[in-house]
């Protein structure tokens, strides 16, 4: 096997480990500067060119992209994907974690804990996000890495100048979040692999500094995770669709908030604090997959006209509540449920004889025309009480549902 592994820094820590892996292994590996790559873009035939001569053929790729050339480098990694080669995190999933907001948007629709957080630019949002979070406020730059752009405000005067400073004044992208104090300037690092936590570390600030980040002076140290920060960290970084990803989590009063998910964690401080072997995970996991390549389900389920994929929640007075997928008649009009969510665990394939439940969350692929009729109508809204000047009689029933 034949393995690329993409960094701009051949000899830093983590792509020195991950390459020796990769040669313990007996594979054949290459680290290649992701800036030297030129994407060809023709008709039925994505290439790659590596420093101006074609590229030769790999069977898995390792993106090691740093924040500054998240364009460029997810747009090779892109291209490899479209070259049918494996790549262990793919590109959308990269892109996704490299923005703060967009990956707590992400991960909102799911049982994820994070921080209470609010993006505005309007000067009137921004104040009623700060009423909201309260103060002390976090306010934190949507792509900043290692602890820089993220500032404690300790008063609500102190947070709107910050706020007017980085928005009005240097045209930043800034978001709000609640201070969780309970973490006490402590975050876990927790390494998920495939589906499992490998390696997980407490980081812990110094002094009165509030951010835990090693380039922050941070210490580390090895910790056990419990069962619920594990699939905490698990769900959040599949929901991310990354297979290798370092998952920030605060301790906070009621169990994990997830702070952010790194698309290429640093391997240094986790192997060093651990003693885990997280460069050799990495390349097993390679070993595993590598005849799976990364396809985009939805796009190919719904080239078939008049097919295509939804998930949407069941009901109570649902015509599926209650009854197996057989009793359903489900498979008889042209639908396949793909997965049941319940209680945030996903049963995949489930069999017929399986029986669904109000509140569970299927995954179906089928004939659209049946999708639509399965599908919940959305909820019906209040309507606004309107002023009017018609004769009280005639108004109108402010609880009329639907505008
Ligand atoms: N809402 C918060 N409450 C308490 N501490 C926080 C909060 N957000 C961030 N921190 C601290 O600041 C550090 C850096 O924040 P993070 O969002 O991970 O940014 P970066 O990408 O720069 O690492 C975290 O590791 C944590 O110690
Ligand atoms: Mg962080």
Redesign the pocket.
């Known amino acids: 096997m034949r393995i690329a592994i993409l960094s701009r820094s051949p000899r830093c820590y983590s792509t020195r480990r991950l390459r020796e892996a990769c040669v313990a292994a007996g594979y054949e590996v290459k680290v290649l500067d992701t800036l030297r790559f030129g994407i060809e873009v023709q008709e039925g035939e994505p290439k790659l060119s590596f420093r101006g001569k074609r590229l030769r053929d790999y069977d898995a790729v390792i993106p090691r992209i740093g924040a500054s050339m998240t364009f460029f480098g997810t747009a090779v990694v892109r291209q490899f994907e479209q070259m049918g080669v494996y790549c262990v995190n793919p590109s959308h999933a990269i892109s996704v974690s490299r923005d ?1 907001l967009r990956s707590i948007q992400v991960l909102s629709r799911h049982r994820i804990g994070f ?1 209470t957080t609010v993006f505005a630019k309007d000067k009137q949002a921004v104040m009623a996000a700060l009423t909201r979070v309260g103060t002390p406020a ?1 306010i ?1 730059l949507l792509e ?7 500032i ?1 405000a300790d008063n609500r005067k102190m947070a709107e100048a910050v706020m007017e400073a980085l928005q009005e004044g240097a045209k930043q992208n800034v978001l709000v ?5 309970e ?1 006490r ?3 876990i690092r927790a390494l998920v692999v495939g589906d499992r936590v490998i390696a997980a570390m407490r ?1 812990s ?1 110094v002094g009165d500094e ?4 090693v380039h ?1 002076g ?1 210490t580390v140290e090895n910790i056990e995770i419990d069962e619920e920060y594990q699939r905490c960290a698990v769900h959040a970084a599949q929901i991310m669709g990354l297979r290798f990803a370092g998952v ?1 989590m ?1 301790e906070g009063p009621d169990g994990p908030l997830v ?2 998910v790194n698309s290429s964690p640093g391997l240094e401080g986790i192997e060093r604090a651990t003693g885990v072997d997280v460069a050799q995970a990495v390349v097993q996991l390679i070993a595993e997959e590598v005849l799976l390549p990364e396809i985009d389900i939805r796009q190919r389920l719904s080239l078939r006209n008049g097919y295509g994929v939804t998930e949407f929640p069941i009901l109570p007075n649902s015509e599926l509540a209650g009854k197996t997928i057989q009793q359903t008649g489900l498979r008889d009009r042209d639908v396949i449920v793909l997965s049941i969510t319940r209680d945030s665990v996903t049963i995949p394939n489930p069999r017929s004889d399986r029986e669904l439940y109000a509140g569970d969350s299927l995954l179906c692929y089928g004939k659209l025309i049946t999708l639509r009729g399965l599908v919940p109508p959305p909820k019906p809204r209040k309507t606004k009480k309107v002023k009017t000047r018609i004769k009280p009689e005639r108004a109108i029933d402010s609880e009329t549902p639907g505008d």
């Open positions: 703060k921080p976090i934190k900043g890495t290692q602890g820089i752009g993220v404690l979040q609640s201070f969780v104090a973490s300037g402590r975050d980081r600030a509030f951010r835990s980040n922050r941070g920030d605060l702070l952010e």
